[in-house]
């Protein structure tokens, strides 16, 4: 193994070898070699090269002192230009969206043609494909899943997304799982409601609300949550205890979040426009779509499952969707336990007070604790009344991500927050190089090496 990884490398397996090794390598359009100091290329890490590429690449690079990457001179043009006509985008939405020149995409799209490797990176990155295996394995990204963004820009309905909005997607199911990846690596524990499916279930049966209720006490109960006890902070409990990732983006205003499956990593994604813009809507965003990804099996998420802000504002009782009935009725019974409720309701005669003291308590909306209120114990609230209910509870410190003091301005608001803390960790532990590190966070690597730390501060 030392004639791959160097003399100083040491250990009982390759994984271990690369561990220890100095080795750096850059990887171009074509091939990997060893780097050297001039070279331009994308620098990886022994340990990273090993992962992506394999012990044979890495032998043939010891021994011929390069090893080719890519399977044909068809190769990665075909695989990009096939990805992005699978998701019904033109080259001028991905340039767009990218930040490539439109000349560089066709370039890139064109069989044989020489591009940089970083393009070629910024190109796959954007239409949710790894970046580092493209061209060199067949696998690099989840057909199902762009098959869901084709259907969601061929709509005609109002659940249509623009380009910009498919691709804002595709780029948070790529954050999603390169943040499950990284956790592996880290050996962060998912929660097995998360990792197993371990509450999982096709109980959409009549009343599809109170199934809702059902699940959102179980999963309340494994979390140890006691049965009156409110959710100080979703996003926490999302990132901590579930250990979800959770991308943050500015998406179309009509839609408020989304379940995405890339390959075997799910992860939730919340539009920062619109009425997420309040804590208390955000919270309820949140929670649905906690429901969907715990609740519901594969086949019903369907690899993406994107939900409305008319969806989740609504009364339960008023959606037909039985998985978005059963999500809505997980979410209020999630944040504002049912038991709870209740006995705020005994406590006060007026329904205006009983209201108020739900919003406050559980960090729910009026509307959604007014509705809670009735479905639960058929005590009323005349809406002309809703506006006199103050809420002085502010829960917008627990939810909000400080993305607008990340240090490094020209990370992409998905990138930002927990996901950009796990790069640096893993960079500062040897499973990803600088350079690597950098371009996931669309900076250099003066920059990233610069601002790391105060990365890690900002998530404490």
Same mark, same amino acid.
């Given at each position: 193994m030392n004639d791959i990884f160097g003399e100083g490398a040491s250990g009982a397996t390759a994984e271990e070898f690369a561990a220890t090794s100095t080795n750096v390598y850059v990887r171009s359009q074509v091939q990997i070699a060893l780097s050297k100091p001039e070279a331009?290329? &994308?620098?990886? @890490?022994?340990?990273?090269?090993?992962?992506?590429?394999?012990?044979?690449?890495?032998? %043939?690079?010891?021994?011929?002192?390069? *090893?080719?990457?890519?399977?044909? &001179?068809?190769?990665?043009?075909?695989?990009?230009k096939r990805r992005r006509?699978?998701? #019904?985008l033109d080259i001028r939405d991905v340039a767009k969206a990218s930040g490539l020149d439109a000349e560089a995409i066709k370039n890139i799209e064109t069989s044989g043609r020489p591009?940089?490797?970083r393009d070629?990176? &910024?190109?796959?990155?954007?239409?949710?494909?790894?970046?580092?295996?493209?061209?060199? @394995?067949?696998?690099? #990204?989840?057909?199902?899943?762009?098959? &869901?963004? $084709? =259907?969601? $820009?061929?709509? $005609?309905?109002?659940?249509?997304?623009?380009? @910009?909005?498919?691709?804002?997607?595709?780029? *948070?199911?790529?954050v999603i799982a390169r943040h499950n990846e990284i956790g592996r690596m880290l050996k962060i524990d998912v929660h097995p409601m998360v990792s197993q499916g371990s509450l999982q279930t096709y109980d959409y049966r009549y009343k599809t609300a109170e199934r809702g209720y059902e699940l959102a006490e179980r999963v309340r109960e494994v979390l140890g949550l006691t049965a009156e006890e409110p959710i100080a902070s979703v996003r926490n409990l999302i990132e901590d205890k579930l250990g979800?990732?959770?991308?943050?983006?500015?998406?179309?205003?009509?839609?408020?979040?989304?379940?995405?499956?890339?390959?075997?990593?799910?992860?939730?994604?919340?539009?920062?426009? #619109?009425?997420?813009?309040? *804590?208390?809507?955000?919270?309820?965003?949140?929670?649905? =779509?906690?429901?969907h990804l715990v609740g519901d099996p594969d086949e019903k998420l369907n690899r993406l499952r994107v939900d409305t802000y008319d969806t989740l504002v609504n009364n339960v009782a008023s959606?037909?969707?039985?998985?978005?009935?059963?999500?809505?009725?997980?979410?209020? %019974?999630?944040?504002?336990?049912?038991?709870?409720?209740?006995?705020?309701a005994r406590t006060y005669d007026d329904p205006v007070r009983v209201v108020e003291e739900i919003v406050n308590t559980f960090g729910i909306s009026k509307t959604a604790a007014s509705n809670h209120l009735v479905n639960i114990t058929g005590m009323e609230v005349p809406k002309r009344r809703l506006h006199s209910i103050q809420e002085t509870t502010d829960w917008t410190p627990s939810e909000n991500l400080t993305l607008d003091y990340f240090p490094i301005h020209e990370t992409s608001l998905r990138k930002r927050g927990r996901f950009a803390s796990l790069v640096v960790k893993a960079q500062q532990g040897g499973h990803i190089s600088e350079d690597t590190a950098a371009s996931w966070l669309d900076t250099d690597i003066d920059s990233y090496v610069s601002h790391r730390e105060t990365i890690l501060a900002l998530q404490g």
């Open positions: 331009k290329g &994308r620098k990886l @890490s022994a340990v990273e090269a090993l992962r992506s590429y394999g012990i044979e690449t890495l032998r %043939a690079v010891a021994s011929e002192g390069y *090893a080719p990457l890519v399977t044909s &001179r068809d190769e990665p043009a075909s695989t990009l006509v699978e998701l #019904g591009s940089k490797i070629i990176e &910024r190109l796959s990155v954007s239409l949710a494909l790894d970046e580092r295996i493209v061209g060199f @394995s067949k696998v690099v #990204g989840d057909q199902e899943l762009g098959i &869901r963004l $084709r =259907e969601l $820009r061929s709509n $005609r309905d109002d659940t249509r997304f623009d380009p @910009s909005s498919v691709l804002k997607l595709a780029q *948070a199911g790529w979800i990732p959770l991308v943050q983006d500015k998406l179309t205003s009509r839609f408020a979040g989304a379940t995405i499956a890339n390959g075997v990593n799910r992860g939730i994604v919340v539009n920062e426009e #619109g009425l997420n813009e309040k *804590a208390s809507v955000r919270r309820m965003t949140l929670a649905h =779509e906690i429901g959606v037909t969707d039985p998985v978005e009935r059963r999500a809505n009725g997980f979410a209020v %019974a999630f944040l504002a336990p049912p038991l709870g409720v209740k006995a705020i």
